[in-house]
Nanobody, 115 residues
Framework: QVQLVESGGGLVQPGGSLRLSCAASRNIFSINVLGWYRQAPGKQRELVAAITSAGITNYADSAKGRFTISRDNARNTVYLQMNNLKSEDTAVYYC?????????WGQGTQVTVSS
């Protein structure tokens, strides 16, 4: 079992930055993949960024050059640094963990980009 708790969402102006955090209930060193997904109203949930236990990262095209995913094994936390935010980044952001053959999701955190 893995519990995930996201934090760091909020309201930010276009061009601003936010850092999302996802705290896991177990040692993330053993978690195969940690990722951030988002879901905007009326749209399907989509991958934003992911990082493997080996530190290999993968980004959606919309996130490349603006977002950075990182993991702190000592704190059992994965981060998503989001810079130069745009209105189209508005969504609920979810943390996902793939551990052994199971998938776990956090409850989500709202990010709203608006002036």
């Amino acid at each position: 079992q893995v519990q995930l708790v996201e934090s760091g969402g909020g309201l930010v102006q276009p061009g601003g930055s936010l850092r999302l955090s996802c705290a896991a209930s177990r040692n993330i060193f053993s978690i195969n993949v940690l990722g951030w997904y988002r879901q905007a109203p009326g749209k399907q949930r989509e991958l934003v960024a992911a990082i493997t236990s080996a530190g290999i990262t993968n980004y959606a095209d919309s996130a490349k050059g603006r977002f950075t995913i990182s993991r702190d094994n000592a704190r059992n936390t994965v981060y998503l640094q989001m810079n130069n935010l745009k209105s189209e980044d508005t969504a609920v952001y979810y943390c996902k963990a793939v551990y052994l053959h199971y998938v776990y999701w956090g409850q989500g955190t709202q990010v709203t980009v608006s002036s």
